[in-house]
Each structure stands twice: as structure tokens, then as C-alpha cells.
């Protein structure tokens, strides 16, 4: 397995006298940063489902999801004074979600119970994703085909799969993966396209089934 991840919450800050290059969060965080408490009440509503529903994908619990998102929420309360313009908040926030994330599932408690990242996938299908009125034959076949593509995603090295999920399902850009992770953007190319490989080859017993559902 790839050498676990050894990411910092700090980047490189941007000239905050520059209001063009700030995005209307950061300018939230700037005014929390002076004082301004409600400005983090906004930052909250606006980004605390995401986070919620990110944090869901890797411990596959609610509660404990939502108690991952206050962490998270603490974490960028406490960071107010030391808290430097990025390019983007949400790289920033969800620098310190993956970090806060991956600390939870490392724990010896949740490793003996299951395996790293195991939920990471978008997780069972909705009902109606998996074809309103088929048989409950049918719909049992399709969880399966869910839960192997979840095994699937288990399997492959850390590193590939948080390219993978941030990309994929949080739909971050390469650049903006290549924040979050601390790595260049080339690595994170290489990363994902290694991920597809692993997944392709893990999954060829089911391709058909995929492709009908």
C-alpha cells in the first residue's frame, strides 16, 4: 500500500488586498477572520450538507458523519486567526475534511470492523436509481453489482482512491485535486488513471451487468 498521506492545512496565501482573485467565501472567512461571527454562520449553511455527505462516503454512518462535519466546522472556526486568502476556500475546507476523514477510518476501533475507505463509493443505489418496478430479484442483483464496485474502490492505494473520489464525486478539477492532496497535478493525472485501471480490472467480472443498469 502507498505511504499514507502527510498533508498540512497551510498553503500558500494569495495578496488579500486583491478582491479579484477572492471568491465570495474566502471574503467570509476574511470577515470571520476580523470578527465578524455571522460570516461564519454563512460559510456553515452554506457548505455544511457537502461536507456532511463527504464525510458520509468514508465512514458510512450518519451520526458519525455529522459529528466528522462539526470537527471539520471546529477545525475552520479555530484556523480564523491564522487563516491566509486561497485560491479557493472549498480547496482549503476540504483539505481539512479529507484530513479529519482519513483520521476517523484510521482509528484501530473502525479498522477492525471494516476495511479503509470501504464506503467511499456513492454507496447503494436509490431504488428508483436501480429501476423503478424491477423485481426484487433484479433490484438484489443490482445492490450486489453496487457492493463489489464499493469492494473494488477498498482495494486500491489510498492515495489513488481520494484522487479518485475527489475528482469523481466531489468533482474537483485536477488543479484543485493537486491542492488538496499537496502533490502536483501531474501525480494526480497519473493517480486517477492508475485508479480507472484498478477499478477496470477489478470490476471486468461484472462490465456487463454495469453497462445494463
Known amino acids: 500500500m502507498?505511504?499514507?498521506?502527510?498533508?498540512?492545512?497551510?498553503?500558500?496565501?494569495?495578496?488579500?488586498?486583491?478582491?479579484?482573485?477572492?471568491?465570495s467565501d474566502a471574503q467570509l472567512m476574511?470577515?470571520?477572520?476580523?470578527?465578524?461571527?455571522?460570516?461564519?454562520?454563512?460559510?456553515?449553511?452554506?457548505?455544511?450538507?457537502?461536507?456532511?455527505?463527504?464525510?458520509?462516503?468514508?465512514?458510512?454512518?450518519?451520526q458519525t458523519a455529522e459529528e466528522l462535519a462539526q470537527d471539520i466546522f471546529l477545525r475552520v472556526y479555530e484556523s480564523a486567526s491564522r487563516y491566509r486568502v486561497e485560491a479557493k476556500?472549498?480547496?482549503?475546507?476540504?483539505?481539512?475534511?479529507?484530513?479529519?476523514?482519513?483520521?476517523?477510518?484510521?482509528?484501530?476501533?473502525?479498522?477492525?470492523?471494516?476495511?479503509?475507505?470501504?464506503?467511499?463509493?456513492r454507496g447503494p443505489l436509490p431504488a428508483c436509481a436501480l429501476g423503478c418496478g424491477s423485481s426484487p430479484e433484479k433490484l438484489l442483483e443490482r445492490e450486489a453489482i453496487s457492493r463489489a464496485i464499493r469492494e473494488a474502490l477498498n482495494r486500491i492505494p489510498e492515495k489513488q482512491r481520494i484522487a479518485f473520489v475527489l475528482n469523481k464525486y466531489q468533482e474537483f478539477s485536477y488543479a484543485e485535486v493537486a491542492e488538496i492532496m499537496g502533490i502536483s497535478?501531474?501525480?494526480?493525472?497519473s493517480l486517477i488513471h492508475r485508479a480507472?485501471?484498478?477499478?477496470?480490472?477489478?470490476?471486468?467480472?461484472?462490465?456487463?451487468?454495469?453497462?445494463?443498469?
Open 89 to 121: 476556500f472549498t480547496t482549503w475546507l476540504y483539505r481539512i475534511a479529507t484530513n479529519v476523514c482519513l483520521n476517523e477510518i484510521r482509528k484501530s476501533h473502525l479498522r477492525a470492523g471494516r476495511l479503509p475507505l470501504e464506503a467511499i463509493a
Open 30 to 62: 476574511l470577515r470571520f477572520r476580523n470578527g465578524e461571527t455571522g460570516a461564519f454562520d454563512q460559510l456553515f449553511s452554506r457548505h455544511t450538507r457537502a461536507i456532511i455527505n463527504f464525510a458520509y462516503r468514508f465512514v458510512r454512518e450518519r
Open 185 to 189: 497535478e501531474k501525480a494526480v493525472k
Open 2 to 23: 502507498e505511504a499514507a498521506l502527510n498533508w498540512g492545512e497551510a498553503m500558500q496565501p494569495l495578496e488579500e488586498n486583491a478582491p479579484g482573485v477572492l471568491d
Open 196 to 213: 480507472r485501471e484498478a477499478l477496470t480490472e477489478r470490476l471486468k467480472p461484472i462490465l456487463p451487468d454495469l453497462l445494463n443498469l
